[in-house]
């Protein structure tokens, strides 16, 4: 089973480089329909892509490309939204005991959300700017950063999909950046909010490390040869192509 699961990793880490589209949104919903729990298709995914996101970080941190104000602010939020979210998870374990069902129909309607995401990033980047919410400065929308921080942070804790797509959107609408400022601030928040997502999943033992690690083992090489690949291979119809597969996943698991 591993050799299989490497090379769905690969398949998954090669269509992220290519068309930028989440991998959480992509694997978690892969992994369910073979037979992983749900909880741990969630952990999992976590910390398979803590470790994807350290790297990007890295190079986005070198570029000089990463808007650390807007990171803290969104992080304000997102961290203790995600404490919640695994609060809950963990409170409807020990008392209702349909943990699994309730991810399951979350992580539909959350890959849903992403999905809409895509689309719009795809066909409406730019005519989302300029407008007023951009022009305004970064102190007038501290707390709507922190707020939209809880409710996208909440949402990835209970499911592990939206720290790249569900962000972008929200960055790309509100705030006037250059196109890889906003890649490189999506990116480092993601990292910092799916880190402490994954800690606290491993903390009520839903993560299955052997399977991360056989997943990083494509999916590392699967990135690096799609983002070579990126700059030849119109991604537009492949990011459609993406979001609608996305989509039926979603409409599969409610």
């Known amino acids: 089973m591993s050799i299989e699961i490497t090379i769905m990793g690969l398949l998954?880490?090669?269509?992220?480089?290519?068309?930028?589209?989440?991998?959480?949104?992509?694997?978690?919903?892969?992994?369910?329909?073979?037979?992983?729990?749900?909880?741990?298709?969630?952990?999992?995914?976590?910390?398979?892509?803590?470790?994807?996101?350290?790297?990007?970080?890295?190079?986005?941190?070198?570029?000089?490309?990463?808007?650390?104000?807007?990171?803290?602010?969104l992080t304000m939020g997102s961290i203790p939204g995600a404490v919640l979210a695994v609060c809950a998870l963990h409170f409807l374990a020990n008392v209702y005991h349909n943990q699994e069902e309730t991810i399951k129909s979350a992580l539909g309607y959350v890959l849903i959300l992403v999905s809409a995401a895509t689309i719009v990033r795809v066909f409406f980047d730019k005519k989302l700017r300029p407008n007023r919410w951009q022009l305004a400065p970064m102190e007038e929308k501290k707390g709507l950063t922190i707020g939209i921080g809880i409710v996208f942070g909440f949402m990835v804790g209970l499911t592990s999909i939206g720290s790249g797509s569900l962000f972008a959107v929200a960055m790309l609408y509100l705030?006037?950046?250059?196109?890889?400022?906003?890649?490189?601030?999506?990116?480092?928040?993601?990292?910092?909010?799916?880190?402490?997502?994954?800690?606290?999943?491993?903390?009520?033992?839903?993560?299955?490390?052997?399977?991360?690690?056989?997943?990083?083992?494509?999916?590392?090489?699967?990135?690096?040869?799609?983002?070579?690949?990126?700059?030849?291979?119109?991604t537009k119809p492949l990011r459609t192509i993406v979001a609608t597969i996305i989509l039926i996943s979603g409409l599969k698991l409610i």
């Open 12 to 73: 998954v880490g090669f269509l992220v480089g290519l068309t930028g589209v989440g991998g959480a949104a992509l694997l978690t919903p892969i992994l369910i329909i073979i037979g992983v729990q749900p909880s741990i298709a969630v952990g999992t995914d976590l910390i398979y892509n803590a470790v994807t996101k350290l790297f990007g970080t890295i190079q986005h941190w070198k570029q000089k490309t990463v808007n650390f104000t807007l990171v803290k602010y």
């Open 175 to 234: 705030y006037r950046m250059q196109a890889s400022e906003l890649v490189g601030t999506d990116i480092a928040h993601a990292f910092l909010l799916v880190t402490v997502a994954g800690a606290l999943h491993a903390g009520i033992g839903s993560i299955d490390y052997l399977l991360a690690g056989n997943l990083l083992l494509g999916s590392i090489p699967g990135v690096m040869f799609g983002s070579t690949l990126s700059a030849k291979v119109p």
